[in-house]
């Protein structure tokens, strides 16, 4: 501490009430917000039991495949039979395996 600190905390002015409500708001602002997108992340699997998902490059972005319903299981099979050459066939593959789809 430095020698004069008793000194330099005895003429620091203490924020006002409506200065430290302002302060608790901004603050809860900035943290309620990033606590639930938190939260979205780490419970969003990208895949849901009945859907698989995968997102790819695009030429202009990132572009979401997904298939629902009766067609994923056709749809993750013929990915798995041309998993060997591609990319995206194997992040396919890899959704469809962590969706329950095709066995591990």
Same mark, same amino acid.
Request: with cysteine; proline share 7%.
């Given at each position: ?26 603050a =809860? ?7 639930? @997108?938190?939260?979205?992340?780490? &419970?969003?699997? *990208?895949?849901?039991?009945?859907? @698989? &998902? @995968?997102?790819?490059?695009?030429p202009? *972005? *990132? ?11 056709k749809?993750? &099979?013929?990915?798995?039979? =041309?998993?060997?050459? *591609? ?6 593959? =890899? =959704? ?9």
């Amino acid at each position: 501490m430095p020698p004069n600190y008793e000194a330099l905390r005895a003429t620091a002015p203490a924020l006002a009430p409506h200065q430290r409500r302002w302060g608790w708001a901004l603050a =809860a602002a900035i943290v309620v917000p990033g606590l639930g @997108v938190g939260v979205w992340a780490a &419970t969003e699997s *990208g895949s849901s039991n009945s859907c @698989v &998902t @995968v997102v790819i490059a695009g030429p202009i *972005g *990132g572009e979401d495949l997904q298939h629902c319903g009766a067609g994923t299981r056709k749809w993750c &099979t013929a990915e798995a039979a =041309a998993a060997s050459g *591609g990319n995206i066939a194997s992040k396919v593959l =890899a =959704a469809c395996r962590r969706s329950g789809v095709l066995p591990h």
